[in-house]
């Protein structure tokens, strides 16, 4: 089933250990639809400008991704400066312009509007919030923040998380948004905002999903107060982080979504399948990798997962 | 089959967010003897002062284990004080009274020849290596160290490490002892100086194992190249963290000793095992809960564990 994303569409320079790179496609709402693309149906609301071609387009149209929601206006796309230089676990951003996404007014076209499924990626929790207002029907829905968000628009978040199925976000934010240093607590504390299931990603070290009382209906759903780790694959080489996380989202999210029910057994899959793409995304450049994968590489690194965590 | 230890016996301060408690009995062989006489015999070497009384004694002795080995001279015994104030992730030390470990020569028991395991808990490499040498017919040899060793006296740990069969160490200590960022490059580093196996501990998410091209015989060996990563159980309540590495080696290297033979499938159910006893040590103050467990008790948190990581 099709999964609607909203988020940003947007350019990177990226510096890393292993070099740089200029205005390389990017923005969480590309990473995410390329990740979920191997999975299911995409489509995409996000605001462009002159910059982005028509090269940079069939990107995602060559893997399948509906891009009718993209606006095209005038203006430069948001462009994100970072580097990981001095460290490859967080990013140090250098530069943010927000560009045309300053006046972006998210618009879900007719033709999304059967979407059963809706990412909300990391963008202003209005915009947010704006989307989720225009597809009542929908059946699930994710999102993400980061601290920027928590720490300065923390009503309009609090918004969005009341809706959310599941958010996802980082170890540090978790801690922010919860104000608690010990990752059960906090998550306690964001499941009481609203969130059905809170994904807390730990890089390196895989991630971990809390549940409220009962998230899903059926198989399981007694037993759902224990939350769920998944591992992370150990790399010899990260080339470059960024996107990692959207990636992640694209794997998890894409996955439920290609199933014909949202159950425990399915999240628990999910969440593998989320790891696998955010250890793909990060071996290459920008989003050199999530480009030309193939499903079955997919398949093979999610076995590769099960024996690493597997203890038979 | 009986575990050899040599280590520290002493008397632990401690402050956390919790509360404190003054002199309680702890050290690294105190904390790896209790956790793994939960799976086998133990056996203590290791030297204290006349502060250590009979009621300290039976501690040990009530839980089985063997303190033949336990010399008993004129001080006082070592003494450290530490405080998890700051953070529950790592120890600020605050105060190091070596006291009766300052000139300890650890001398093997003839009753103890015979153990076919020996740990060699985290103290001065030159001990580590006398005990290893009056075991010249051991089957399999685990130890740890600290990153005080790690800088200091690197060419006595250089041999210490060409006998191990496993090092169990944490993440910044592997980073240290390899000058190496990439955790996966570090184990590789590692492997080189001797170990066989390398395992890393992430404190609160979980531990990696890595492995040398072949380290076991049958089962499992011609994969032996790709890791294997055990979960931590997340804890809403971390009273104390002291003792939570060797309590996960003594969990670890029990239950391996408890088998008939140490292959792929075992060493990953110890790394599960590790983790559980890890996971108690950290609920109450000291060995406190080290001391009061039941079988019953650690095979329902193993079970627990599986849940938590386990796609079905």
Redesign the interface.
């Known amino acids: 089933m099709a999964i609607l994303v909203v988020g940003s569409v947007a350019f990177d320079s990226i510096e890393t250990p292993q070099g740089r790179r200029d205005r390389c496609l990017g923005g969480a709402a590309t990473y995410f639809a390329l990740a979920a693309s191997y999975f299911t149906d995409v489509r995409v609301i996000a605001v462009v400008g002159e910059d982005f071609t028509a090269e940079h387009e069939a990107v995602l149209t060559r893997r399948g991704v509906d891009t009718q929601g993209l606006e095209h206006t005038s203006g430069k796309s948001f462009h994100w400066t970072g580097s990981y230089v001095k460290s490859?676990n967080e990013a140090q951003t250098l530069k943010t312009e927000l560009n045309v996404f300053e006046s972006f007014s998210p618009k879900v076209p007719a033709a999304y509007r059967d979407s059963e499924f809706l990412f909300l990626a990391n963008i202003d929790p209005v915009l947010q919030s704006s989307v989720r207002r225009q597809m009542p029907k929908v059946r699930m829905v994710c999102g993400d923040t980061m601290n920027y968000w928590i720490t300065g628009h923390r009503a309009n978040l609090a918004k969005v998380l009341t809706g959310l199925d599941a958010l996802l976000i980082n170890d540090g934010e978790a801690k922010l948004l919860a104000d608690d240093?010990?990752?059960?607590?906090a998550?306690?504390k964001i499941l009481e905002m609203g969130p059905k299931a809170l994904i807390v990603k730990?890089g390196?070290?895989?991630a971990?999903a809390?549940f409220s009382e009962h998230p899903f209906n059926g198989e399981g759903a007694a037993?759902m107060t224990?939350?769920?780790?998944?591992?992370a694959l150990?790399?010899?080489?990260?080339v470059d982080p960024t996107g990692a996380g959207d990636s992640f989202a694209g794997g998890f999210f894409g996955y439920l979504a290609s199933q014909q029910q949202v159950t425990l057994?399915n999240f628990?899959?999910a969440m593998?399948y989320g790891g696998v793409m955010g250890s793909f995304a990060v071996q290459r450049f920008g989003t050199e990798q999530m480009q030309s994968l193939t499903r079955e590489e997919i398949d093979q690194r999610f076995a590769?997962f099960?024996?690493?965590?597997?203890?038979?």
């Not at 150990?234 to 990260?238: G, H, K, M, Q």
């Open positions: 490859l240093t010990n990752l059960v607590l998550a306690r730990h390196e070290y895989g971990t809390f037993r224990l939350p769920f780790r998944a591992p150990p790399l010899d080489r990260v057994k628990k899959q593998f590769l099960r024996e690493l965590s597997h203890l038979d």
